[in-house]
């Protein structure tokens, strides 16, 4: 990618920039602002959810203008993506509406379900989590409203081997928007409360400073025993490492004991960075090591900050690897972030940094390549075979369509105080904003647009593609 010069930014007609990634279907999500993709083979289909921020747009499946709320498209054939179906979300702009998050399990794999169902868990802008029936996915339908009343909702997680649910909420007895409720949904239709977590300060009662909130959990189930919950975006970032069964089965009255009780590690980042995602990468056999006696597997996570202010006014947003192989004293090792010259990103309008990774563990990609969304800079393919060591091999930045909008600028005070941010004219340019991607098993790479620009679906090419494991996609 060759820099641009330091005033200019890509035409409203420019094409696409891409590195060993190619372009294989679009579909522009009725013109919506996006947040979470996830993507389920329901039969012989494949069927992409994506959950959006608040915003009001016309679907012409109805020919209403529906507050937005979760998409749902068919992606078997990846090049002709069908639109199928638009559930309406909560009334509300940006993050005070829409439904941002979205996950699916199948009645098969949850043990207490309908075996010929399938079934989507979502939030309700700030107010509630919901479980929908989308079995047909043309006509998804409200099965049951786990909690109403909250005060904050946002990325949740759900076992579907267990129907365990990590749901980030607002309790309103709790100091915080966001803190996390436990839920047993391996029966969707008669959700069971567990308990509620966070950390400690952030419980009913508390005094003293309240601690960063949650952001969202991955959990790797029974077997793996340990759930990672990231708190705080781009500010005050924490990494927590937790027992899952301690969690699960710990005594649940919220007291500073029982909260720290099935906590294995903490890890405080530095006031600047944050843990938007925290995606494990566990049981690495890492090549520079081979020949050594001990340490050749290691233990991985990898953090994720979001970039929030246009025209970098904030320090950089990027990626974090930690090594948790000793998982009481888990330290940094590497990162990884986007060279701002290599596209003169910091001018190019809107948000320059990034904002989550794919979450996928299927095995075409997990422990070799990752995927980061990179705002302005499109998502960025990188080896991870050596965490130690990360490499981008790909990217690729959509070109800017009739539907792409100057993102909002953010509040021009950092943290709520102090002085007021330099924006300049660049602030105002309509730019490319890739807020979320994710993978899956046949190894299809979805990436969403923050500022309307809609959905891309792509692959591999070249020394990328050689990277990933195309034999284990096969046998899906």
Known sequence: MLPLAASAQPPADAPAEALNMRLVGTNDLQGRTAYQPTIHKQGKRWILYVGHHGDRKLNPLTGAQEDNGTSIVDVTDPGHPRYLAHIPGEEGKAEQGGAQMVRVCSGSDLPKADKSKYYMLRVFGNQSHQIWDVTVPEKPTLLTTIVRGLKGTHKN????????????????????????????????????????????????????????????????????????????????????IVDREKLLKGAKDPTPENLLAPQIARLDMPPMHGAHTVFPVLGVDVPEFAKNYLGRTRDFVVITDEAIQKECLEGRQMVWVVDVSAETKPFGVANFTVPEASGNFCARGGRFGTHSSNESMAPVFYKRLMFFAHFNAGVRAVDVRNPMAPKEVGYYIPAMTANTVVL??????????????PFTEASQRRAIQTNNVEVDERGYVYIVDRANTGLHILELTGPARAIANWSAAAKE
């Open 157 to 240: 997680y759900w076992e579907c081997d267990t129907g365990i649910a990590y749901l980030v909420s607002g309790n309103p007895q709790w100091r915080t928007n966001r803190m996390t409720q436990i839920y047993d949904l391996s029966d969707p239709a008669h959700p069971v409360f567990i308990r509620d977590f966070g950390l400690v300060g952030q419980q009913p009662g508390a005094g003293g400073p309240v601690p960063i909130q949650v952001h969202g959990a991955i959990s790797t189930g029974p077997k793996g025993n340990r759930v990672y919950f990231g708190y705080g975006t781009n500010s005050d970032g924490v990494l927590q």
């Open 408 to 421: 909002e600028t953010p509040a021009s005070m950092v943290n709520g105080s102090g002085p007021k941010l």
